[in-house]
């Protein structure tokens, strides 16, 4: 296997930039994702690792050799694509072998390869089968045995989950989890979903307008993000954000957003005393916020009218509004149900909130 380096990495387009000096280092074995909304660069970028796409000026290297002017069969890469692109006349064992036989492997190299990688994907029983013949998850084994008989330095996945259905995509993460381990292998993951780049990922690049946010583990990321766009991506439902104003009074640091106010922290009051004045923006996720219990910290609570509750058996997502502001909570199923149109007592969890920016976007706390 090998690590997988990228220095400023450039790709222009009639129209702009679709990767902006991008530069990551993916380390060996490591499970590596770009994730990011569509048009954010992160499949230019798979592509210019894998040679498909030139690159316009930077570095790329896989291993120690820079592969700038390398072709894609010379990179020692395999690729997983959306679509599976399994050739339509051929069974299962045709298309698994079929790269080892352009590539002049020997006949028993080819069917111990293909046997073996059937025998990790649990596919033996499919190998005379046509592609028609395969459910989608099944194809999908197929696509990931191709590359497996390979024994590439670097797998690269672009988005091959996105045409399964909710349930077999759970199914497929997690076999692709358990693939990473038993290989030992250097992936690189390309996804828009941010489910699938929380739950896989050693290690998330988050991309944006062909630009790199941040990178890190996906709890770090997750607890810190350094900007707006990342805190909103991240987070399922998404974060819920307040234009407010940061207020110093008393000895305490306020959020005040017109109607409501809540204390920060004191942990908080040495990043915030400074931006005393001005326009923040606070967020706070769902998962973060709780029916008021007793005893709790009443300058963490507000008042909220319910507009819409979804159950979801072990869960509700409440939809409520406050004032000018609109908030979506995530909380166990309460005891007495909430009512369409009742107004309710919340507790936000002070230790996780987020403050931003309201002008550069760049995380305060």
């Known amino acids: 296997m090998a690590n997988v380096i990228l220095k400023n990495v450039v790709k222009r387009f009639n129209a702009g930039a679709a990767v902006d000096d991008l530069s990551i280092e993916i380390h060996d074995r490591e499970f590596a994702v770009l994730v990011g909304s569509s048009g954010c660069g992160k499949s230019t970028a798979l592509r210019m690792i894998a040679g498909l796409e030139t690159i316009t000026s930077g570095e ?18 395999a690729m997983v694509f959306q679509n599976y692109a399994l050739y339509p006349h051929m069974n299962v064992r045709d298309n698994l072998g079929f790269g080892l036989k352009i590539r002049k492997f020997s006949n028993t190299e080819i069917n111990s390869r293909v046997q073996e990688a059937a025998d990790i994907l649990g596919i033996e029983e499919l190998l005379e089968r046509k592609p028609k013949e395969l459910s989608g998850g099944q194809r999908q084994r197929v696509a990931l045995g191709r590359a497996i008989v390979r024994k590439p330095k670097v797998f690269l996945f672009d988005e091959p989950l996105s045409n399964l259905d909710a349930k077999l995509r759970v199914a497929m993460r997690a076999e692709i989890s358990k693939l990473h381990r038993r290989l030992g292998a250097t992936i690189i993951y390309v996804t ?71 204390v920060m922290p004191e942990a908080f009051r040495a990043n915030l005393v400074a931006h005393a004045g001005k326009e923040v923006v606070f967020g706070v996720r769902p998962e973060d916020i709780a029916l008021h219990q007793p005893g709790a910290d009443v300058g963490s609570t507000i008042s909220a009218k319910a507009e819409v509750v979804e159950l979801l058996g072990s869960e509700i997502f409440a939809h409520l509004s406050c004032g000018v502001h609109t908030l979506v909570a995530r909380m166990a199923v309460p005891k007495q149900p909430i009512g369409v149109g009742e107004t309710i007592q919340i507790d936000f969890n002070m230790a996780h909130m987020h403050v931003f920016d309201k002008h550069t976007s760049e995380a305060i706390v």
């Open 60 to 77: 790329i290297f896989i291993g120690d050799t820079l592969v700038n002017d390398m072709a894609p069969k010379d990179r020692d890469i």
């Open 192 to 262: 828009h979903d941010q489910v699938e780049a929380m739950t896989m990922a050693d290690r998330i690049f988050i991309m944006h307008k062909g630009a790199l946010q941040q990178t890190g583990q996906p709890m770090e990321v997750y607890s810190k993000p350094v900007n707006l766009f990342v805190a909103g991506f991240i987070g399922s439902p998404a974060m819920n954000f307040f234009d407010a104003h940061l207020v110093n009074e008393a000895g305490q640091v306020f959020i005040d957003g017109g109607s409501f106010r809540v």
